[in-house]
């Protein structure tokens, strides 16, 4: 792979997880200069422009021309008319070695559901394609990102998705493409059910007498706190503790918590949790299913660096981040 200096970053939509993604590049040590987005609405190339000091166009064919990575973050039913763009935009990553013929660029996609069939159809031919799953926390650097690339895709690809991995907090690779619907369910949806569950305490308390700011700041920072004991138990890495463990520390045999605990058990909490995460799942599932797209891959577009049509091999599952850098 070219030195992290060279690379040059294009972004297809310049929404939340774009800005978030950018903002985490930038603390990565890529300069402003060597990341594009392609951004039909004036105020957020505006905002992008302004806040993180990237070029910004309107013009898709723009943000790609000479970009070695190109990270797709557009809605679902947005991409193939987005794909286009690859297709005019002459961008090529070089390659090493005088005379060599230029590399396509690798693409990058954040957009639900989306398979690597899929994308490889809207795609031109051999371009290394890599899903991703990041989540809100990228903003501040917290994220967990899943992330899947077919096993014969190009190291350079997989070079490329770590790089956007450590902008977003920390990633695991995922041993097969359908786990990403359940990454979508778990950590890509997970925070909304955490902050569903701060606002539902926060007003359970307000039921009980407190007010509402204290509510709201005693649930805010309850979570907040363990947010930071869970992430120390994922840091600590396999065997040296477990949630399950954090979770008994704070709760005494016959206590006010074990009170609570219950009452979330009988009520069926098991049951409700796991419900949410099929539906969010099978959601993830569904959404490629809207978009126009086609929904596998001709025989012929195996060049594209998808698993042949109905095959899904497995790659090894490995976790980095602060601590884990590889």
Request: charged letters at 15%.
């Amino acid at each position: 792979m070219q030195a992290q200096g060279t690379e040059r970053i294009a972004f297809l939509g310049g929404g939340h997880m774009a800005r978030a993604l950018i903002g985490g590049l930038l603390r990565e040590r890529i300069a402003p200069a060597q990341i594009r987005v392609g951004e039909p609405r004036a105020e957020a190339r505006e905002a992008l422009a302004g806040e993180l000091g990237v070029e910004v166009s309107p013009d898709n064919r723009h943000a790609l021309a000479g970009a070695t990575l190109v990270v797709l973050a557009v809605k679902p039913q947005d991409a193939t008319c987005a794909l286009q763009a690859l297709y005019a935009s002459g961008s090529a990553a070089p390659s090493a070695g005088a005379g060599a013929a230029a590399q396509p660029p690798v693409l990058l996609s954040i957009a639900a559901g989306l398979t690597i069939a899929q994308l490889a159809r809207a795609s031109p031919p051999g371009t290394p394609i890599v899903r991703a799953m990041p989540n809100r926390p990228a903003l501040l650097g917290a994220g967990i990102t899943g992330l899947y690339v077919p096993p014969q895709t190009p190291p350079r690809a997989r070079a490329l998705a770590e790089l956007i991995g450590r902008a977003a907090g920390r990633a695991v690779w995922l041993r097969t493409e359908d786990e990403l619907d359940v990454v979508t369910a778990l950590s890509g949806s997970g925070p909304a059910y955490f902050f569903l569950l701060a606002e539902r305490l926060a007003r359970a308390a307000q039921a009980l007498g407190l007010p509402a700011d204290t509510a709201e700041l005693l649930a805010a920072e309850t979570l907040y706190g363990a947010g930071v004991l869970a992430h120390q138990v994922a840091a600590a890495g396999p065997g040296a503790a477990s949630l399950a463990q954090e979770r008994r520390a704070v709760t005494s045999r016959g206590g006010t918590t074990a009170a609570a605990l219950q009452v979330l058990e009988e009520g069926g909490f098991d049951a409700l949790i796991a419900r949410a995460l099929q539906a969010a799942a099978a959601r993830a599932a569904q959404l490629a299913a809207g978009t126009g797209m086609p929904a596998a891959a001709a025989p012929e577009d195996a060049g594209h660096g998808s698993a042949p049509s109905g095959t899904r091999e497995a790659t090894p599952a490995s976790v980095y981040g602060p601590g884990h850098r590889l």
